[in-house]
């Protein structure tokens, strides 16, 4: 377990593929279509995550038709205005949808759509960024995040290079949110659960822009919130009402596999099955879809970031479990249609 614990000093676990394969499960429901709605590519010393890698996910049993690719700091260009260099990202993801799309890798389509970066604290004059990221992105490009996830105490730790605090309420960035309204971009927003508030008020100043609210909100279960559970599952939900309550913000669910939210199977000697994460998740996976309804709603892998916790089988397996009582075209809209909606996907 010698990695696991070492990558504590990091924001995001190794990936231990030999630990991942002493839990192995069938596919459940392999013909169901899924568009995974969030997952990154990287070449970083806590691993590689690129093409190949995930495709090998992908094409690992489940019905991936489509998957939906969110900025990481990947592939920046090494030259140029500082603001500028997240292009190079958009160029690169653009260039592995286009390997994708070629058909030669299979079915599915990677990163169909993408989420880039722009700089919104640059207000107003973030608009030549976004003409150059969709320029890149060559019809792919659907929306844009920022670094925002924020928490005073150091155990609360997501970004390699954390955000400062307050950006949600900084009138710059809100004034750059309501430039991707005109440009017909979404908003990803990542925000632990004590950000709540301000992703409350930044969606009612910018009732044009379309959110989506990244890892079901960010329930934390780390540092001075470990043993609280309960606790935050209040505080939670109660943020998580009023936010579904605006009828122009969206949730991913998923990003349950990351420490700062208090699991901890990475330590375990096998990686959990999908029944252990299903029962582990159902509190917060079905009151985020009873508050927001599963029109509103869509599963996310957030790979490989919750890859150092459960492979992506055992992962796809357990929201199958969690949805099994519930109607077809909810189920539909869950795993593929609500994406698809939000992010523009068509075939």
């Known amino acids: 377990m010698a990695d696991a614990v070492s990558a504590q000093s990091s924001p995001h676990l190794h990936v231990r593929e030999d630990w991942l394969a002493l839990t192995c499960e069938e596919v ?122 924020w928490h005073a105490d150091p155990a609360i ?28 971009l979404s908003l990803d927003i990542w925000a632990y659960h004590t950000q709540l508030d301000e992703v409350l008020a930044l969606a009612r100043a910018c009732p044009d822009t379309r959110f989506v609210l990244d890892h079901a909100g960010g329930p934390l279960g780390a540092g001075p919130y470990a043993g609280k559970r309960d606790e935050v599952m209040r505080e939670w939900e109660a943020a998580m009402r009023r936010i579904a309550a605006l009828p122009n913000v969206w949730l991913k669910l998923g990003g349950l596999g990351m420490p700062v939210g208090g699991w901890d199977f990475h330590l375990r000697a096998a990686p959990p099955t999908s029944a252990e994460l299903a029962q582990a998740w159902q509190p917060y996976v079905m009151t985020c879809i009873e508050l927001f309804g599963p029109q509103r709603c869509m599963f996310e892998s957030n790979f490989p970031v919750d890859k150092g916790m459960f492979g992506y089988v055992s992962l796809w397996n357990a929201f199958k479990r969690l949805t099994m009582a519930m109607s077809g075209p909810e189920r539909a809209s869950l795993f593929s249609a609500c994406a698809q909606e939000v992010y523009r996907i068509g075939f």
Request: hydrophobic share 40%; aromatic share 6%; net charge negative.
């Open 28 to 149: 459940l429901e392999p013909d169901l279509p899924i568009v995974d709605a969030h997952h990154h590519v990287w070449d970083r010393a806590t691993g590689r995550y690129l093409f190949d890698e995930l495709m090998a996910d992908i094409g690992a049993g489940h019905n991936v038709i489509a998957s939906i690719f969110v900025q990481c700091r990947s592939m920046y260009r090494a030259d140029g205005p500082d603001r500028m260099k997240p292009v190079g990202e958009v160029e690169f993801i653009n260039g592995l949808a286009a390997q994708s799309a070629s058909g030669l890798y299979g079915p599915a389509r990677a990163c169909a759509a993408i989420v880039g970066f722009a700089d919104l604290m640059l207000g107003d004059e973030v608009v030549p960024v976004l003409e150059a990221l969709k320029h890149a992105g060559n019809g792919r490009l659907r929306g844009i995040r920022n670094t925002t996830a």
């Open 157 to 184: 730790r997501t970004n390699p290079i954390p955000p400062p605090p307050g950006m949600l309420a900084d009138p710059r960035f809100q004034a750059g949110a309501r430039q991707l309204a005109r440009h017909d």
